[in-house]
């Protein structure tokens, strides 16, 4: 058994101490915090800025069926996106140690998670029949989106 001492203070949660993929998983949950927003746009991907603080964004965005982000990174942010429903497809292109060209594809469904950081470079699209929805948290820099060039022998570039 554990005993806390009457004299214990408890200090209020540092927000900016959570790990990115908790504050996504928890805002994702929270449909009343953002189903206001969502909307569908047949033409691009739909996004709208769900909160923004002085340590991070965080945004919801929508997916119809064939729409996707080009090749980027979010140049110095770190942060990460959960899925909400739908499938999204994460396509990552780096270097290898040694120089040769890596790409990694993940599935992702409801309920999962991917982390980024500064140079990360991917996109994301949804290759399934149903629209999708997810959420992204952006620390560090925000949403600033740097484009690349896909090279299957040398990696991405910067575009």
Known sequence: ?????????????????????????????????WGGLLRYDPDERFSALVER??????????????QHTDLHD???STGAFTVVSGRLTET???????GRAVTEVHGLSAGQ?????????????N???????????????????RSYQANPVDGPFRA
Do not use: C, K
């Open 53 to 66: 603080t002085e340590d991070q964004e965080i945004w919801l965005l929508s997916w119809l069926p064939g």
């Open 74 to 76: 979010h140049a110095f």
């Open 92 to 98: 990552v292109a780096r270097r290898a140690p040694g």
């Open 113 to 125: 998670s991917r982390v980024f950081g500064p140079g990360y470079v991917h996109e994301v699209r």
């Open 1 to 33: 058994m554990f005993a806390v001492p009457d004299n214990t203070l408890l200090r209020p949660e540092n927000p900016a101490l959570r790990h990115p993929v908790r504050v996504a998983v928890d805002v994702a949950a929270d449909r009343e915090r």
């Open 127 to 145: 290759d399934g029949p149903d629209p999708a929805i997810s959420v992204h948290v952006y620390r560090q820099g925000g949403r600033q989106m």
